[in-house]
């Protein structure tokens, strides 16, 4: 169960996980461009297999693929 818990992470520590600022992902949050959340009453929180699966989604071989 601990484990479990340990995977939960605030704003602050998610954005120091993917090597964003936490205002870039609260804004991400807000046009729903970034990785899912959940909001546990007002505290909002990431589940790390959630940034991590966000992150593996946005994989690119080259400068191309943006486009």
């Given at each position: 169960?601990?484990?479990e818990?340990n995977?939960?992470?605030?704003?602050a520590e998610?954005?120091?996980?993917?090597?964003?600022?936490?205002?870039?992902?609260e804004n991400?949050?807000?046009?729903?461009?970034?990785p899912?959340?959940r909001?546990h009453?007002?505290?909002?929180?990431?589940?790390?297999?959630?940034?991590?699966?966000?992150s593996?989604?946005r994989?690119?071989?080259s400068?191309?693929?943006?486009?």
């Amino acid at each position: 169960m601990t484990s479990e818990i340990n995977s939960y992470l605030n704003t602050a520590e998610a954005a120091r996980y993917l090597r964003l600022s936490p205002r870039t992902l609260e804004n991400m949050r807000l046009t729903g461009e970034g990785p899912v959340y959940r909001k546990h009453g007002r505290l909002v929180v990431y589940h790390l297999t959630d940034l991590i699966a966000w992150s593996e989604s946005r994989k690119q071989e080259s400068t191309s693929d943006v486009f």
